[in-house]
């Protein structure tokens, strides 16, 4: 248990649904991330979130629309997505100049496994 | 964020210490040496980082050389639930960018 959790777990699609997903932070961090997850390559930086600003975008596609209310919860708004975007999401969280720390140490979720028919 | 270089996978006994490489011959003065874990389809878990003294914590143990460039991550008692990839990342302080986890090592605690 690390303190940041994820629903659903596991999710099934088709292309023309609208979904969303969910994390929240129980750690009183003040930043949080999205982050794909495709099988055989490397975790892939979506989107970052600081005091509920977005300050990072990776280039990821309008269908994939990010929502973050407060420090503690961040959401994944999904819409007519392809196969392709099949993989696990991740969420992850971390403290934002926290001393002592020595840089931002994030912590992630057990991540959703999104399947999109 | 500097390279780092593991063996791509190890076995350990259970109940025997772990000892997993590192090297990261390039690191500079202001990176941090961090270790994740990640156990098949699950979200990477953190289990320690270092900047250059030896580190501890109620999972495991980091020791950094003296001159930085390879550390070793030590888990003195496995078990049969610490089979999992390791990672290794060297990271700029305060860095908020995409943590990098190259391929890093298998490991496998068998019976």
């Known amino acids: 248990e690390t303190g940041v959790t994820q629903t659903p777990r596991h999710l099934v699609m088709g292309m023309t649904n609208k979904k969303s997903l969910k994390c929240e932070q129980h750690?009183?961090?003040?930043?949080m991330y999205w982050y794909k997850q495709s099988a055989k390559k490397p975790l892939e930086l979506m989107f970052v979130?600081?005091?509920?600003?977005?300050?990072e975008n990776n280039s990821v596609p309008s269908r994939f629309s990010p929502e973050c209310p407060n420090s503690s919860h961040l959401f994944l708004h999904l819409h007519t997505l392809q196969p392709e975007d099949s993989a696990l999401y991740l969420c992850?969280?971390?403290?934002?100049?926290?001393?002592?720390?020595?840089?931002?140490?994030?912590?992630f979720g057990p991540g959703t496994r999104l399947l999109v028919l | 964020d500097a390279k780092t270089t593991q063996p791509p996978s190890m076995d350990c006994a259970e109940g025997r210490a772990a000892n997993l490489p590192c090297n990261h011959s390039?690191?500079?003065?202001?990176?941090?040496v961090y270790w994740y874990r990640q156990i098949h389809s699950q979200g990477p878990q953190y289990i320690i980082h270092?900047?250059?003294n030896n580190e501890t914590n109620e999972m495991a143990s980091l020791i950094i050389t003296e001159d930085r460039k390879s550390s070793t991550l030590i888990l003195p008692h496995a078990t049969l639930r610490d089979t999992a990839v390791y990672y290794c990342?060297?990271?700029?302080?305060?860095?908020?960018?995409?943590?990098?986890f190259g391929k890093g090592t298998k490991l496998s605690v068998k019976p």
């Open positions: 270092g900047l250059k």
């Open positions: 990342i060297v990271r700029v302080a305060g860095s908020q960018g995409n943590l990098i």
């Open positions: 992850a969280s971390s403290p934002l100049g926290g001393a002592g720390l020595g840089g931002e140490t994030q912590y």
């Open positions: 750690l009183g961090h003040n930043a």
């Open positions: 979130y600081n005091f509920k600003e977005q300050t």
């Open positions: 390039t690191i500079s003065g202001n990176e941090y």
